[in-house]
């Protein structure tokens, strides 16, 4: 729209001086103009209206903006600029000279702007500028003193002679003045800090003048002591002589006093330059210091200092001020104490009985020593224990060292940070080391990070983990015992390599052994299981090997039937070649199952000899090789997943080729869990829709688990929405005993006890994936880790990532939202969620518990979660850069930077 200027109308004219007017003159003016479209045809309605005053056509400064709405009517409108102000002042904008008008209408500028005209009668009133009245234009009596204002006439206003008696009130000043003569003062004469009360003033004839600024002193002080005593009874000073001088000592003035009673006692002071010297003793408000030249300090009651040699302190020294460390230089502190009195140093730091706390907050009990922060050397049962470390704790005759290390038995020794010896005369070294059932950790021996060794056990390594007089040596190694909630004393397992699982979890499996990369001896008794990845053969008391077996200087093999007594049988020689078919049981294995060197496809064998009950076991030849890529479709070629995988049995897939398992679109209902049992299940690949997964949706039937990998790695799994039905102990994807699984980025898991799982040793890749509408989403337990950054877990019941028993997962980038608790992690586990987000969540967006460790710097905990960071029992979370705020009972628990909820911790 276009506009044009119909007239700019100043109806009231704002003058400023110093003088008050009668009435307030309004700051505002009277605006009128036009406004039409862009054919010049007016416009009629409401529009919102602004109005600004530059003091330049362009460009230049606003000093005033006024706002509101109008009504146009044919084009033609009027509104008052400084009723509606939003800021500046109109009187700020008229004072800058030239003025211009900016209209904006509907947010729109209409150029130009228009210069503010005023009429005439304001261009005479802008003649009154600074200074433009003059007396001449002032009437005569026009101005009365209620014009003028308090305090605006001063002296220099007042011309010489002017005021004189006749103009002045000397009743009033009569009242309020002394004359120079003939009157008197009843009251003080206030002199800058002193006063006179009845008291003479003698000069040299012609008045006390140039007096210096500056305390007076007696030049030469001699006190005798009056007769007359205060009520109080304390006997009043006067000066015999009392000559004065000022504190520069030019000018002495002598006043002879009638009446010489002080009001107070001032001795002579000290000086510093050593010209004057103190006879008497220096009070001190109840204590006195005398012979100060012979170095003999001593106080009124003579038990409150120390001389600098030969004097010996018997009761406790407390030092309560900072000590620049600077400012302490010696060639040997010794600190002694007598009886049984303990050494304190620190704030709030406290010991009993002969024991040593340095630290804040450090405690010691009989014959313990605690340093550190927090350091606690307690003795629950003995004595002579040693805590060194942040919260470090050792109990009895324990060693903790480390930050939050914990020996609590006798003779436990724990090295690390988070390190754990809670058994009698065990030994934990190595971070996060936790031997958490103290009943049965007795003597056992654990060094590595986060592993775990209980009773007479022997731990070496990342995550290993024995219980039951067994060994585990190895990352994640595990030959655990356990019955139920209690271990298994027969047990007496061994695990010996990466992931190596000879765990016992019932009476019926003891004293088995796996040695090698992720080898499993975890069923039966005396099974052995030895090479990579092997499987022990489902027969107690048996060994299975992987690959060749080479006797170096043996040229045959001999056997017994029965352990321990009868002769022994020549079995077979080093070398068995076989062509074509044979009858092996004839030929009594070496190891129950294992393959046969041959040269042809039809060798055939039973597991045991003389077996006429199972049927004969076709070896696998060089004809079941799978030599190129190979894709089998569901349903079209087979009816199931599981059909599928079930044709490879008695097939092997060379090196550097896979099989893939291809799904079509829909919805699947009734379907049962597929197991990956294939032992070359790492070169498959089972895949559906990978652009859209809930194109492709398996629906389990009750209590089923979706897909099961049990010691198996399986290459790839994406493109599926899985749907169980929230079954206790059902898992959407479950990999143990060093099993893995490995997810696409398309993935979504819906309503199972456990969205994503890994469990004993294993490990499981779901980075990008969903987990929603279950009990736990992303679960890393008993040594297993998870790898799921920029996952998302939702509307889980309790956690969206769960880690637990040793176990780690790495979230980062993450979103957890609407769970019971976002992130959990427990029994020295932990968790990477840097960058991560933990929203209204009921209880908690990050929860660390029982020694677990939570990394989540840069993460954002907002949005309705009870408690933001949690950290309970010996647990570490760190936090820094996270942004922390809106949760509901408190954002940091305990609070950031302290230390609380036994021995946590939560960092910046």
Known sequence: MNWRNAGVVVCLVVLFSRFTAVAEIPQQFYFEDYYSDTNGVPFTGDVSLRLQLYDAATGGSCYYEDSNTVAVTDGLYST????????????????????????????????????????????????????????????????????????????????????????????????????????TMTGSLDMGGF????????????????????????????????????????????ETDPAFGDWLRTNTYVQPESD????SAEPAYVKADGSRSMSGNLDMGG???????????????????????????????????????SGLYSTGIVIRTTGSGPIIIGNSASGVSWSVSIGHEAKSVNDSVAIGHSANARNDAGSDGVAVGGCANASATGVAIGDMANASSAGSVAVGYLANALGLNSVAIGS????????????????????????????????????????????????????????????????????????????????????????????????????????????????????????????????????????????????????????????????????????????????????????????????NVIRSDLTLNVPAEYETIQSALSSLSDKSIADGVYVTVQVADGIYTNYSCVNITHRDSDKVMIIGNTNNCELCVLQFALGQTGFSVISRRL????????????????????????????????????????????EANSYLVASGCKAMNCVNGFVANNNSSVFAKNSSSYGN????????????????????????????????????????????????????????????????????????????????????????????????????????????????
Not at 737 to 748: A, F, H, L
Request: aromatic share 10%.
């Open 80 to 183: 008052t600029i400084g009723d509606d102000t939003v800021f500046g002042s109109v009187a700020a904008a008229l004072a800058s000279g030239e003025t211009y008008v900016q209209v904006i209408i509907d947010g729109a500028e209409l150029n130009p702007r228009e210069p503010l005209v005023p009429q005439p009668y304001a261009i005479r009133a802008a003649g009154v500028s600074s200074n433009a009245i003059t007396s001449e234009m002032i009437s005569a009596n026009a101005i009365q003193g209620q014009h003028l204002e308090n305090g605006a006439v001063t002296s220099s206003k007042i011309a010489t002679g002017t005021v004189g008696t006749t103009q002045l009130d000397m009743a009033a000043l009569d009242a309020e003045y002394v004359n120079a003569s003939g009157d």
């Open 432 to 623: 996060s080391y936790n031997q958490n059932y103290a009943l049965y950790s007795e003597q056992s021996v654990g060094v590595g990070s986060a592993g775990r060794a209980v009773l007479q056990s022997v731990s070496v390594g990342y995550q290993a983990r024995c219980v039951g007089r067994s060994v585990a040596i190895g990352a994640t190694a595990d030959a655990e015992c356990w019955i139920g909630g209690g271990f298994n004393p027969t047990g007496s397992c061994m695990a010996i390599g990466y992931a190596a699982n000879a765990r016992s979890l019932a009476m019926s499996t003891r004293e088995n052994i796996a040695i090698g990369y992720c080898a499993v001896a975890n069923t039966g008794i005396n099974r052995t299981a030895i090479g990579s990845k092997v499987q022990a053969a489902p027969f107690d008391q048996s060994t299975t090997l992987r690959g060749s077996l080479y006797l170096d200087g043996g040229n045959s093999i001999y056997y017994r039937p029965q352990f321990g007594s009868g002769s022994w049988e020549w079995q077979a020689t080093p070398h068995l070649i076989v062509t074509g078919e044979v009858d092996v049981t004839t030929i009594k294995p070496l190891c129950t199952g294992a393959e046969l060197v041959n040269a042809s496809s039809k060798i055939w064998w039973k597991a045991l000899s003389g077996d006429t009950t199972n049927d004969w076991v076709r070896q696998l030849s060089q004809d």
């Open 260 to 263: 010489p009673i002080w009001t």
């Open 195 to 238: 006063s006179l009360a009845n008291a003479v003033i003698y000069g040299n004839g012609t008045g006390i003048t140039n007096l210096p600024n500056g305390a007076y002193t007696e030049v030469d002080p001699v006190w005798t002591a009056e007769k007359a005593s205060y009520a109080t009874g304390t006997p009043v000073y006067a």
């Open 715 to 758: 290459s790839f799994i994406n493109g599926f929405k899985l749907s169980g039905t929230d079954s206790d102990r059902t898992r959407g994807l479950l990999t143990q005993y060093g099993g893995s699984i490995i997810c696409g980025t398309n993935m979504i898991i819906d309503s199972f006890d456990w969205g994503y799982a890994a």
């Open 797 to 908: 019941t309790t956690f969206g990532y769960y880690a637990n028993f040793g176990s780690q997962i790495n979230c980062q980038g993450s979103i957890a939202s609407n769970n019971l608790t976002g992130f959990f992690a427990s029994m020295n586990s932990s968790i990477s969620a840097t960058c991560a987000v933990a929203r209204c969540n009921s209880s908690c967006g990050f929860h660390a518990r029982w020694s677990a460790t939570i990394e989540l710097n840069s993460s954002s905990v907002s949005s309705g979660n009870a408690y933001g960071i949690l950290a309970a029992y010996g647990s570490l979370v760190s936090a820094s850069s996270a942004s922390v705020s809106g949760n509901t009972s408190a954002n940091y628990f305990p609070a950031l930077g302290t230390i609380g909820n036994t021995n946590s911790l939560i960092a910046n």
């Open 287 to 325: 204590y006195s210091i005398t012979n100060i030249a012979t170095n003999t300090l001593l106080f009124s009651d003579g038990s409150h200092a120390l001389r600098s040699s030969g004097d010996t302190m018997t009761g406790p020294l407390y030092i309560n001020t900072k000590i620049n460390p």
